[in-house]
Every structure is written in structure tokens, then in C-alpha cells.
């Protein structure tokens, strides 16, 4: 999954470093280089920066740039554009190690970040006064040996589901808390007459959200898990705790609690039944918002969200995916170094977050104090924001761990197709994590 896919897929493709490096820059001011571009000729000192090449990516570092740009005339930055996916992954890499990366990035937080080596290739920020500001939950993620090294842009988004409010209210459904409750909602939903858990097995990687969207159930159980998991200490198949959402896969499907359509069905598919309420509860991330409203622009407010429940429903929490973060590379250094600082500083202001929610709608809560949501977000948006204002959300497994599987959303299509069981796809997916620990040559693989 990026944001939603990419962070969490492992690389599939090297690119050789010429290749990389004759990739052109696609800038959204005027022409810049790689690396410090110095003063300009009316005294201004110019930073360039490395964001994604896409339309959302560029509108939303245009809003902040603008934003930021009349609040400090004196500096001036230059967007440049990464490819998406594993390209704009190992370009990244390879800029720090050649030492040819721009003044500022923005990458993943997590545990990919530290597969960046940020005490070699990053700059440090613990001193200053903007750190205070930022979630403390955030802060673990772009932490490495006691020093932070970024700030959050964008929202946090939830793992968990979408669900039609209006179906709820007229069959008068809790939002449930336990797993046994989604069930016993499910089951009266299908009496009903509508479709209880929507699937989109046309865009495989939906699929995977009952077992990465169950992790803050594994946690709240075993709060070492995910340190075990990444030292193959613990497996999928032979804990009964972390199987639980491959076997709740496997039962939605056993039961027949899925919309008919679900093998050919794409999430746009999806979002348009959850709006018409043809289906009442759809697996998802939340920051899939943008795609709800496109379909339906009415249902912003009659579609909710909650967390995947677990079996207790004391320990019901949310599975958090946090923003990528901003960062400053070693080699910018002299006034560059400065203006950088000073552009990190806006971003994690309730100013940066205000240029941000201008130029696209917010899915989830910022980590900044002091950045407040719109008035007219989404409902989904306020859900999630509650379980971050209640301290009942924690991070998905892939903030915690670098082991994932490149074969999940396969398997996980398979389960929920009655193709294969919970067991045995819990069984193949570990032999299929293996092979990926060891190709990133972690201890005890």
C-alpha cells in the first residue's frame, strides 16, 4: 500500500545508478539542480525540494511552497519531482549516497526510514523548538538512536472500516467493539437485504485489510510482537493471536457476509455500493476518503468509520499509518542549511497545515499541536480523529517492522475467496517473509 500501497510493498526492481541519475527533474518552479542551489541574483537564498511527481503531490507542496514563500520572501524553493513506487524509492537512496540529494525530501517515516541510515545521511532536529510540537506517536517514527529527524506532512489515516450511517441507524446498530459484534451486525445486515462486508478483490491490494488493519489487536496482546516478528521469534501461522485476522478473513467469507460482486469488484466499485448503501461496512484505509466523495459527494457525512474491534473491547484501538516526513540531508549545509530549517519549521505549524488542507481535503488527523481540522471534513476524517484525541490508536505493523511479504495480497484473495485457509495461507505467507528478511539481511534470518 503506498502511502496507502508503497511503503508497505518491498522493493520489486532495481534501477542502476546511471539510470537514476538521468532521470529529469520535473520542477514546478523555475529550473533547479540537485543539491544546494545557493543565492539567486536578487539576494534570496534557493533550496530546492524532493517531493512526489504526481498531481496531488505537486498541488499540495505548491500550497505549502506559496504559503511559505510570502511569509519568508528571502528565500526561494524549487519543487522537483520523484517517480512513484520503487523508482522514486531507490532514487532516493542513491542521491543520499552519492551525496546528491535535495536541500529537503519527503519520504516514508517508519521503519523504512530507517532503512535510509538517518544518522549517516540526515540531519538531526531534536534541538529544535518545532519538535515539541509534534505527536509524540509520530516522533517514534522518525526517531533513530534518541534523534529526530523529520516532520509530519500530511494526516495520519486509520486502517480499520467504512460504514454506511444510514443503514446503522435504520436496522439500530452499535458501532461494535469486539469482533464477535461485527459478526452479529454483519448477519443482521444480511437479513436485511443489503451486502454486510464489501470486498474489491479487482484491486488486490484491498484485500489485506483484515489481517494489517488487525495489528492494534495484536499489540494490545502482545506488546513485543512486532520486535519478535522482526527478529523471527514469532510467526502468522502458529499464534493464535496473529492468525486472527486471516481467520476473520476466512470467516466473512464461510458465512457468506460479502457483496456478490467481491472477485471482479475495484475499490471505486466499492465506494459507490457503500454510498448507495447496496453495502453496509467496507475494509479500507480511511484516507480512501477522496475516493468516496468523488463517487458520492453526499456521502461525507453519511458514511462513518471505526477500527477493526479484536475480541476485547477494552483494548479497542485503531491501526494507525502516519504521514511521510520531511528531511534535511547532510550535505545541505551554510544559508541553505538554514532555509531549510526554517521551511521544516512551517510545515509543522498550524500554518503549514492550513496550506495543506486548502490545497486538498485533510483524511485524518495532523500530528502538529495546534493544527486544526476543517469544519467540513469528512465524517470519516472526525472518526479517526477521535481515536488519535482518546490515545486509542497505535501503528500499523509496518511502522514497527521492515518484514512484509511481497505475496500478501494474493493470499489474503485467496483466503477471502475460499480458495485457501486461513492456516495454510498464515503457514505460505511466513515461508514468503522469510525469503524478504533475508534479502534485507536482518539478524537472526
Known amino acids: 500500500m503506498t502511502h496507502e500501497e508503497s511503503r508497505a510493498r518491498p522493493l520489486r526492481r532495481a534501477l542502476t545508478l546511471a539510470a537514476l541519475l538521468a532521470l529529469t527533474p520535473l520542477t514546478a518552479c523555475s529550473a533547479g539542480s540537485l543539491g544546494s542551489s545557493g543565492g539567486s541574483s536578487d539576494g534570496a537564498t534557493e533550496i530546492t525540494w524532493l517531493t512526489g511527481s504526481d498531481e496531488t503531490a505537486q498541488a499540495n507542496a505548491r500550497a505549502v511552497v506559496d504559503a511559505f514563500q ?9 519543487i522537483e519531482g520523484r517517480p512513484a513506487g520503487t523508482e522514486g524509492d531507490n532514487l532516493i537512496k542513491t542521491r543520499l549516497q552519492t551525496g546528491s540529494m535535495n536541500d529537503v525530501f519527503d519520504y516514508n ?21 518545532y519538535v515539541d510540537s509534534l505527536d509524540d506517536t509520530f516522533k517514534e517514527q522518525v526517531t533513530s538512536d534518541g534523534a ?4 509530519p506532512y500530511g494526516t495520519a489515516f486509520g486502517g480499520g472500516v467504512m460504514y ?25 445486515i444480511k437479513a436485511a437485504g443489503v451486502a454486510p462486508v464489501i470486498q474489491t478483490y479487482g484491486e488486490t491490494w484491498t484485500s489485506q485489510l483484515f489481517v494489517l488493519g488487525d495489528f492494534h489487536n495484536v499489540a494490545a496482546e502482545k506488546p513485543n510482537w512486532a520486535a519478535d516478528y522482526t527478529a523471527n521469534k514469532a510467526k502468522y501461522a502458529n499464534d ?6 486471516f481467520e476473520h478473513l476466512q470467516e466473512v467469507h464461510d458465512k457468506g457476509l460479502e457483496n456478490a460482486s ?16 447496496e453495502g453496509a461496512m467496507y475494509p479500507i484505509l480511511s484516507n480512501q476518503i477522496l475516493t468516496l466523495t468523488t463517487a458520492a459527494p453526499e456521502a461525507a457525512q453519511s458514511v462513518g468509520f471505526f477500527a477493526l474491534p479484536g475480541d476485547d473491547a477494552a483494548t479497542n484501538g485503531l491501526t494507525a499509518w502516519y504521514p511521510n516526513a520531511v528531511y534535511i540531508p547532510k550535505t545541505t549545509e551554510g544559508d541553505e542549511l538554514e532555509a531549510s530549517k526554517e521551511l521544516l519549521s512551517f510545515i509543522a505549524s498550524p500554518d503549514g497545515c492550513d496550506a495543506l488542507s486548502q490545497a486538498s481535503p485533510p483524511t485524518g488527523p495532523y500530528l502538529v499541536d495546534g493544527c486544526e481540522l476543517p469544519s467540513d471534513v469528512p465524517q470519516v476524517t472526525k472518526d479517526v480523529q477521535a481515536y488519535f484525541d482518546d490515545e486509542k490508536q497505535s501503528p500499523a505493523l509496518e511502522f ?9 495480497e494474493q493470499l489474503t484473495v485467496e483466503v477471502g475467496s475460499g480458495i485457501r485457509s486461513a492456516a ?15 534479502q534485507l539481511g536482518l539478524d537472526g534470518w
Open 262 to 277: 467481491y472477485a471482479s469488484d475495484e475499490l471505486a466499485d466499492g465506494m459507490r455500493q457503500l454510498a448507495a448503501g
Open 400 to 408: 514497527l517492522s521492515p518484514v512484509k511479504g511481497p505475496n500478501l
Open 240 to 245: 493464535p493471536v496473529a492468525i486472527r485476522g
Open 148 to 151: 529526530e529527524y523529520g516532520v
Open 164 to 188: 454506511n450511517r444510514d443503514v446503522y441507524s435504520r436496522l439500530g446498530l452499535q458501532v461494535p467493539t469486539t469482533w464477535a459484534q461485527f459478526v452479529s451486525n454483519a448477519e443482521a
Open 109 to 129: 517515516s517508519g521503519s523504512l526510514f530507517q532503512q535510509i541510515a538517518p544518522n549517516r545521511n540526515l540531519v538531526p532536529i531534536s534541538d529544535e523548538p
Open 424 to 438: 495454510d495461507a498464515a503457514a505460505v505467507y511466513d515461508q514468503d517473509v522469510q525469503k524478504q528478511a533475508q
Open 70 to 78: 510570502a511569509a519568508h520572501p528571502d528565500i526561494k524553493v524549487t
